[in-house]
């Protein structure tokens, strides 16, 4: 997504973690790492229907769990990158290790009914550049974290069939700190940066629905959506750090923002060619179009001129839809309690 990042590392995976924590963030904005098993099949287990963190790829997963079930997971990210300018020097992203927990739940009522409940983080990112670096007027920290709360209840299988919804309580934050190009500082001000930073979150509300056919024991197919979320915020903060003679220009202020997460739509057939192995394809369509601006209002405005006043700022995105084909296997054995898995994502 960021044309500064050279790569993204998953350095570790952990059971452990609460569904509530600190600031959970991650760069690449779309978190896709939401267990173990499913990472290490390239996340190609919309028609697995073996854990309750499935259930995130397809709510109608926890359709075929037996009994109760409890998982927690949590991945570490370690964003790496630099930016090598024609003129000046290389600079290297600063950002800490960012430790992003889940939590799945899932419960077979009975033979036609189970309910599940899910807290995850699917959308993040965080960059933290050096201080006074040559593009800090574009960005020093650059933040968007989020939780999504997702109860689901599932019903099925009828004859193969199953269908599941589920409804999305999403909180986001965002925290974003860059310089401001004012030129020199008047003399005999103190030698400080001028800058700002806009901090603010939202609610935002969507749902889910999933679908599932088994025809047969040895192959199930399964398909699923999730629909946009706007986080719509009001009474954000944006303060300004700016020396004494500037500060009529730029006083602390609310703002509103806007922001429109992309639809996710996946489907996958899963085959079980013998006993204790199974291979998924499934295909990803991310409508990420829908994300094309970040707008900034703000409610007293910012003096850049006798005659000017802004009020609104508007940051372009210009996003694309991405389709993703991910392929997965699975080999269980000694009862279940070991497995061997691999896949490919491209």
Known sequence: MNARFHTVRIVTLCLCMVCFTGSAWANGFFIQEMSGSGMAQAGAVVAAGDKPSNAFQNAANIAFIPGMHFELAGTTYIPTGSIDPAYGKKEDVGSDPIFVPHFFSSWKINDWLAVGFAEFTEFGLSTTWPDEWEGDHLVQRSGLNSFTFNPNVAFGPFKGFVVAVGFDAKWGQVDIKRSLTLGLNPS???????????????????????????????????????????????????????????????????????????????????????????????????????????????????????????????????????????????????????????????
């Open 188 to 346: 005999g001000s103190e030698d400080i940066q001028n800058r700002m930073r806009l901090v603010g979150s939202a609610w935002g509300f969507g749902g889910n629905v999933g679908l599932m056919y088994q025809p047969t024991e040895w192959v199930r197919v399964g398909a699923a959506y999730r629909s946009t979320i706007n986080m719509k915020m009001t009474g954000g903060k944006a303060d300004f750090t700016v020396v004494p003679q500037f500060e009529p220009r730029f006083p602390d202020q609310n703002f509103d923002a806007d922001i429109d997460l992309p639809h996710l739509i996946s489907a996958g057939v899963r085959f079980w060619p013998f006993d204790g192995f199974s291979v998924e394809l499934d295909a990803w369509y991310t409508v990420w179009s829908v994300y094309d601006k970040l707008v900034f209002e703000f409610d007293k405005g910012l003096v850049l001129g006798p005659d000017k006043v802004l009020t609104k700022q508007t940051e372009v995105k210009d996003y694309h839809d991405a389709i993703q084909v991910r392929l997965g296997c699975e080999y269980k054995f000694y009862d279940d309690h070991l497995a061997v898995r691999g896949g490919f994502l491209y």
